[in-house]
């Protein structure tokens, strides 16, 4: 168990809806990271939230969003789902801004579109 | 563009040493090498980083050349759970923000222990 906490483990929805990916921290980070993994693509980083703000953002798609809260838990938007959008949905987190000390990545989200 | 070159596959008997190579010679003075590895669809793991000197810890040893455009990740004693896809990613931290500064990873080396 990394300390990191991602709901849910698998997800499978149709094309057109829309789903929320949670992760919360490893206690003490208040950096989180996403990033997607699809067969092609590889790891992807998508976004970075760092004490409730957005810090950087990456290959995230517009219909993709992503907040974190005061608790520092963070949610994964994903809306018009497409068949493209089946992958493997990470969330880590980090200490500090930077993640100098390294990423603590969880145990993922498979998202399944059919 | 890639920063960095990294065997496709590796083979490592049990119990010998698994000697993993990155080329990055392009890598600028303040950018880090990083090692994570990623065993079969679960969450990447953090093994070492370095900038300048070579670096140990309990899992794994870091060497980086001189000049800085290679590295070598050595698993002392590979066992069966070391079987991964290993990434070297060279980064920079930056305190102003951007995706430059993050973790991009790249296709990594699938490191294959064998009993």
């Known amino acids: 168990d990394s300390g990191v906490t991602q709901t849910p483990k698998h997800l499978i929805t149709a094309t057109g809806q829309r789903v929320t990916l949670r992760c919360s921290p490893r206690s003490g980070d208040l950096s989180v990271y996403w990033y997607q993994q699809s067969l092609d693509q590889g790891l992807q980083f998508l976004i970075q939230?760092?004490?409730?703000?957005?810090?950087a953002k990456g290959n995230i798609l517009e219909r993709f969003s992503a907040q974190q809260f005061p608790d520092l838990h963070s949610e994964l938007n994903l809306s018009s789902l497409e068949l493209g959008d089946s992958a493997l949905y990470f969330c880590?987190?980090?200490?500090?801004?930077?993640?100098?000390?390294?990423?603590?990545f969880g145990s993922g989200t498979r998202l399944t579109v059919v | 563009d890639a920063k960095t070159t990294q065997p496709t596959s590796m083979d490592c008997a049990e119990g010998r040493a698994a000697n993993l190579p990155c080329n990055h010679s392009?890598?600028?003075?303040?950018?880090?090498v990083y090692w994570y590895r990623q065993i079969h669809s679960q969450g990447p793991q953090y093994i070492i980083h370095?900038?300048?000197n070579n670096e140990t810890n309990e899992m794994a040893s870091l060497i980086i050349t001189e000049d800085r455009k290679s590295s070598t990740l050595i698993l002392p004693h590979a066992t069966l759970r070391d079987t991964a896809v290993y990434y070297c990613i060279v980064r920079v931290l930056v305190d102003y923000g951007g995706s430059q500064g993050n973790l991009i990873f790249g296709k990594g080396t699938k490191l294959s222990v064998k009993p």
């Open positions: 370095g900038l300048k």
């Open positions: 392009t890598i600028s003075g303040n950018e880090y």
């Open positions: 880590a987190s980090s200490v500090g801004p930077t993640g100098e000390e390294g990423y603590t």
């Open positions: 939230y760092y004490n409730g703000e957005e810090r």
